[in-house]
């Protein structure tokens, strides 16, 4: 079954443009103009990866964007800016995108972008429930199933994004190392933020808030002053 793309853009022939080239690499696409029609597509049609233009009537991508995952939402969202747009990426990121492109972009670039994004998160299919528990990552309260993009807190599933999950899966593999934000950086955000280390700090605070009873005394990611930060399992302080 092929992944279904959600693809919004005001101006028709960004939007036929890049419909056309998905379908050619095998995607499923379906289409919006504006914002709100944007929201209700995502939400009845809940497509594999969405593509949001920036700047759109009714109402503009950043709120599709809060919107979507006010509503818990989680699905991948690739923003697309104008080069002269006044666009905060952090900001972008904060309110819940996973990457973005700046325009003019070439529709292989696009393609090769959904590609990597839809890898990275793609779930692992026809794997036994036996199965799944062998690649676990036990800390404390805290379980991530990495091959199937699961994270639990207790007997909670946690949601998470994209990039969240990145995140909280190489904390995790590197339990008790100390990690600087520009390694960190480097491994999860791979192009395009060289040196914008508030990314980091973004994501490091959402999941905080996912996993810590008391962010101001975090006891699972810890802030090392100067370096970084660590994922560590509390029972071991105790």
Known sequence: ?????????????ILTLIE??????GFEVVTAMDGEAALKVALAERPDLIILDLMLPKM?????CKELRLQRVMTPILMLTAKGD??????????????????PFSPREV???????????????GTSIDNKEEGRIVIGELKVLPEYFEAYFGEEKLELTP??????IYLAKH?????????????????????DTRIVDVHISHLRDKIETNTKKPIYIKTI??????????????
């Open 20 to 25: 056309f080239n998905l379908q050619q690499a």
């Open 225 to 238: 002053r100067g370096l970084g930060y660590k994922l560590e399992d509390p029972k071991i302080n105790e």
């Open 111 to 125: 393609t090769a972008r959904v590609k990597a994004i839809l890898r990275r998160t793609k779930l692992h299919e």
């Open 163 to 168: 990039k969240e999950f990145e995140l909280l």
């Open 175 to 195: 339990k008790g190392r100390v990690l600087t934000r520009d390694q960190l950086l480097s491994a999860v955000w791979n192009y395009d933020f060289a040196g």
């Open 86 to 103: 006044e666009f905060d990426k952090v900001l972008g990121l904060e309110l819940g995108a996973d990457d973005y492109m700046t325009k």
């Open 60 to 64: 503009d991508g950043m709120e599709v």
């Open 1 to 13: 079954m092929s992944n279904r793309i959600l693809v919004v853009d005001d101006e028709e022939s």
